[in-house]
């Protein structure tokens, strides 16, 4: 079984939730036994797998960017709204 790579992670970097990553999917090995499965089969499902699961998480962090930059930009509006209604 293989380690779960562990970064330190800046307040402000979005990246996907901790869970499976596609490397520890792809590198993910069975024992091999009598009348068992194919494992080339084994091993093209869990590089399909691996892929999507990138695709999953490329997506969800492009989405938490996107969601981190609006909740700036309502911050700042917000900042700006209450400035013009003080000096009214």
Known sequence: MTR???????????????GIRPWQIRDR????????LDPVEI???LHQVADELTVA??????????????????RSWQSAQSANHRYR
């Not at 090995?29 to 068992?36: A, I, N, S």
């Not at 998480?57 to 309502?74: D, G, P, S």
């Open 29 to 36: 090995c069975f024992d091999v036994r009598r009348r068992g």
């Open 57 to 74: 998480q490329t997506a969800l962090a492009a989405v938490q960017e996107e969601n981190v930059r609006i909740k700036n930009a309502l």
């Open 4 to 18: 779960r790579r562990e970064e330190p992670r800046p307040a402000d970097d979005v990246r996907p939730p901790q």
């Open 43 to 45: 091993r093209a499902f």
